[in-house]
């Protein structure tokens, strides 16, 4: 029997992300929208700057304050959260919004010291506003918010409300139930501050990235190894495991076009930008091996540091980074307490008749330790201080990305294939080798360029320890899996996607089949 559509989470789920966006900005789109009568009132930018900064922390307090008052709004446990677990980040946060908002920083053109230029410079070419336009055109539901979207990126500040619904379920394979399927949802900002131009530091720039999930998902039914729904499995779906800040990342430019990111990085927003995959299991592939392809060395999220070097000839890359993972707790709670990961990876561009494309490799060494599988002679007992531990691991890949076709009117619109080989020790890592590839691009249909679509297969094989057990106990086996997905651009804030995903799955013999729906409103 299906279930009931959850309607009064859907609506409670809208209302609080309404409440979120409007009430939120509001403050500045009185300030400084277009026909308000207090610019006519308080003439200087500085003043309303500042009153500005002051009533967007006033907002957010009071939603946190009435939120028992105010119902179960997403908006308020994301506030109530946020306030509970970022701690001191949301007043570090808000204070930099304030700095951003002062008058120093939004002066008048003519006022920086009283000095008046001595010939007025060429006026810039226009640039083109993706919020303006009617509801069916632009970027965003909430468009320009009475030009403050405008003004806030004029200043450095980029704020991307995303609101994403899933529904989903097991409709064969192996478990419980009567396979019915499943409402869940995500409500998640990005805020990116570019620092630089808030004349604070050359080249710096800020990443902060805010997730909450409710409802319920699938993944792991039917005996699947791998989550077949990356966004909905983290940062978690019960209780405060519900709500993480992901990502809390600077990033320092160079000269040289070289750059550092440091500070607790989510590796599911790091690879978004996949060619022909990516996409945080949002705007793209579902299963995690396409999203962020588990490697048993690099965890959802952690703390660490990146340095990026770009040349003509490849691109370099070298990590360095807490093994343990910083997701649902503070990266700096018992940093590098088990040791460290090192990891190198470099990246060559590569162009086949025109088309362009990449090849890497990465390699990887850890000496976190772990249970030495060897010693268990194929029974899962719980780890414990007594077990043998291996403290050494290491993982190598290579990869690959090759444009098909591509457009010469939009370079980045095309078909192309991807794929990726890699291996580990096996022990204490219990992922031994996994082998996936593909073909998606955007595009395919005539007058439909904004949508996307993939075709994705993976085999993944386990370490042979977790194979070789005896009975009664069952064996973790090869896994291998076929997606398809199609996101369907009814505007280009509006995404209706579609995704099946038939498994052979790692611990159990029967396939398992999972369809899906999802709808993505950038707000």
């Known amino acids: 029997m299906t279930k009931p559509f959850p309607w009064s989470l859907f609506l409670s789920e809208v209302a609080g992300t309404a409440l979120l966006v409007f009430g939120s900005m509001s403050s500045a789109i009185l300030m400084f929208g277009d026909g308000s009568l207090l610019p006519r009132l308080q003439p200087h930018a500085g003043v309303r700057s500042g009153t500005t900064g002051f009533l967007f ?11 028992p008052l105010a119902g179960t709004f997403a908006a308020t446990l994301l506030f109530r959260r946020l306030a509970r677990r970022a701690g001191r980040g949301v007043v570090a946060l808000i204070v930099a919004c304030l700095c951003a908002a002062s008058p120093a920083a939004a002066q008048e053109p003519g006022q920086a010291g009283g000095a008046q230029p001595a010939q007025a410079a060429p006026a810039p070419p226009a640039k083109t506003n993706a919020y303006a336009g009617d509801i069916a ?3 965003t539901l909430t468009g320009d918010w009475g030009g ?151 965890p959802v999220a952690f703390l660490g540091a990146i340095l990026s070097i770009p040349t003509k000839a490849a691109t370099y890359g070298v990590w360095l980074y807490d093994p343990n993972s910083s997701l649902n707790k503070s990266a700096l709670d018992h940093p ?50 007594s077990t043998p531990k291996k403290d050494q691991r290491y993982y190598f890949a290579y990869t690959i990305d090759q444009f098909l076709y591509q457009s010469k009117a939009n370079p980045r619109e095309g078909v192309g294939l991807f794929g990726q080989f890699e291996v580990s020790d096996g022990n204490p890592n219990p992922l031994k080798w996994m082998a ?53 651009a009814l505007t280009p804030w509006l995404v209706l996607g579609a995704d099946l995903q038939i498994l052979s799955p790692s611990a159990a013999n029967e396939t398992a089949v999972f369809p899906g729906l999802r709808l993505v409103i950038r707000l």
């Open 436 to 488: 996936f590839g593909g073909i998606g691009g955007t595009g395919l249909i005539r007058r439909r360029s904004r949508d996307n679509w993939g075709i994705g297969y993976y085999y993944a094989a386990p370490s042979k320890y977790l194979q070789d057990m005896p009975a009664p106990y069952p064996g973790i086996f090869h896994e291998q899996a076929l997606e398809v997905f199609y996101n369907l």
């Open 137 to 139: 055109t632009r970027s």
């Open 148 to 298: 403050g979207r405008t003004w806030l990126e004029d200043h450095g500040i980029t704020l991307k409300p995303r609101f994403t619904q899933f529904y989903e379920g097991l409709a064969s394979g192996a478990g419980e139930g009567d396979h019915s399927a499943e409402y869940g949802n995500k409500l998640d900002v990005t805020l990116n501050a570019d620092l630089d131009t808030l004349g604070l530091w050359k080249g710096l720039s800020m990443t902060v990235h805010a997730e909450y999930n409710a409802g319920a998902h699938v993944n792991l039914q039917g005996g699947t190894l791998m989550p077949i729904n990356t966004a909905m499995m983290f940062p978690g779906i019960k209780g405060p495991d519900a709500f993480d800040v992901t990502n809390v990342a600077f990033k320092q430019t160079f000269s040289n076009r070289a750059s550092l990111t440091l500070g607790k990085i989510s590796i599911v927003d790091y690879c978004d930008k996949k060619p022909f995959h990516g996409g945080v299991g949002i705007d793209a592939f579902w299963n995690i091996v396409f999203v962020a392809p588990p490697s048993g060395t690099v």
């Open 57 to 67: 922390g006033t907002i957010g307090a009071w939603i946190y304050w009435v939120g």
């Open 336 to 385: 590098f307490a088990d040791g460290f990961t090192l990891r190198g990876s470099v990246s060559f561009p590569v162009t086949i008749g025109g088309l362009t494309g990449h090849q890497g490799l990465a390699v990887s060494y850890s000496n976190k330790p772990g249970t030495d599988l060897d010693t268990l002679d194929g029974i899962p007992v719980p780890p414990s201080p």
